[in-house]
């Protein structure tokens, strides 16, 4: 869909940009040196934007040397207290995030408004649907796509009103299907960036789950300018769940894309073992690659030949491909460590061209 181009410090959102990954920090903001830290962990897992809480003006005194510190541009999320806001832009903020109605009186919203205009600060309007207005929810009769998809719409009217534009949408609940419905009618009805993610999506293997199906499903209709994945989990989670729906979903090509079988009574190697360590030994590779860990004769062979590298399992050792040619056979003691040796191998070209 074609969006809005917004400047989120050095990261474009929109506008056809690459499909930005982001997280939010878990720590206690007012805790410099602790948030510090766990966002340079997210940095380096992949996360192109972070969120911090700011519930209190301790913890925006401390965004300053946070953002010194930063290496990825930061986000303030804003509830109620308009004044956290201007504090966050003073301290160089790269985006506010707020909720429609969470500041209530327009001449705040206005102030707000004027600050980040002035500092070049785009505003997130971050809809959720367990704090919808007491009107919007009488208005639709519930939570429903309509219901948050006009609260969001609303906030951005009455951000137009005060002569701002640099607004971007994302429109969430713990219902998927709620959640898709909701944004592909968004991106039916404005062109602002729309932020992807199911919220409150649990814990880790049902949040990636809930995630990959909501985020998954827009991403695939074309919908979604940067993302993020809602895990009760450590963040670091989040990012490397995010890097794999983009890559499942054809929208990012970074990284070690691994192929496996799930291994039936035909395999005689130990596909799970070789695929699983695989996976953690190649987790920093950017080459972007495709990799098939395959067990047996029926399939195994074709997929290896079609990935860039693979393996395919035989009585006790694995047929080696690489770019689709046989180069030769691996017991299923060195098969490991010949895969790890190869991907470096192909890095090394990758970088040459």
Do not use: W
């Not at 207290?81 to 506010?96: N, T």
């Not at 990636?208 to 989670?237: M, N, Q, W, Y």
């Not at 399939?299 to 080696?320: I, S, T």
């Amino acid at each position: 869909m074609n969006t809005n181009k917004l400047q989120v410090g050095t990261v474009t959102i929109g506008g056809g940009a690459d499909i930005s990954i982001q997280s939010m920090t878990c720590t206690d903001t007012r805790d410099v040196a602790a948030t510090l830290a766990q966002i340079r962990a997210l940095a380096t897992a992949g996360a192109h934007i972070v969120r911090l809480a700011v519930p209190d003006e301790q913890a925006a005194h401390a965004l300053a040397d946070i953002r010194r510190g930063s290496p990825v541009p930061l986000v303030a999320d804003i509830h109620f207290d308009h004044r956290l806001a201007l504090l966050a832009v003073e301290a160089g903020m790269d985006k506010i995030r707020i909720n429609p109605g969470n500041l209530q009186k327009p001449e705040h919203v206005k102030a707000v408004a004027d600050a980040c205009r002035a500092r070049g600060i785009p505003i997130r309007i971050g809809v959720n649907a367990g704090s919808l207005s007491a009107d919007i929810l009488t208005r639709f009769g519930g939570p429903t796509p309509e219901a948050m998809v006009a609260s969001g719409l609303e906030q951005a009217a009455q951000l137009r009103m005060f002569d701002f534009h640099d607004i971007a949408l994302s429109i969430k609940c713990s219902n998927v299907v709620s959640t898709i419905q909701a944004t592909r009618l968004a991106s039916q009805q404005c062109a602002y960036p729309l932020h992807l993610g199911v919220t409150e999506a649990g814990t880790s293997y049902t949040g990636i789950i809930k995630s990959a199906i909501g985020i998954g499903s827009l991403l695939c209709d074309g919908i979604g300018d940067t993302i993020r994945v809602s895990l009760t989990a450590d963040p670091c989670e989040e990012v490397t769940a995010a890097k794999a729906i983009l890559r499942a979903c054809g929208r990012l090509r970074e990284g070690i894309d691994i192929i496996s079988c799930p291994t039936c009574g035909r395999c005689n190697v130990d596909v799970v073992t070789v695929a699983t360590a695989l996976q953690e030994r190649v987790a920093h590779v950017k080459t972007p690659l495709t990799v098939a860990v395959m067990g047996c004769a029926v399939n195994g062979p074709g997929e290896a030949r079609h990935a860039d590298l693979g393996v395919a399992g035989g009585n006790g050792e694995f047929l080696l491909f690489e770019h689709g040619a046989i180069i030769g056979k691996v017991s299923t003691t060195t098969v490991l460590d010949t895969l790890c040796e190869r991907i470096a191998a192909l890095e090394t070209v990758h970088e040459a061209l």
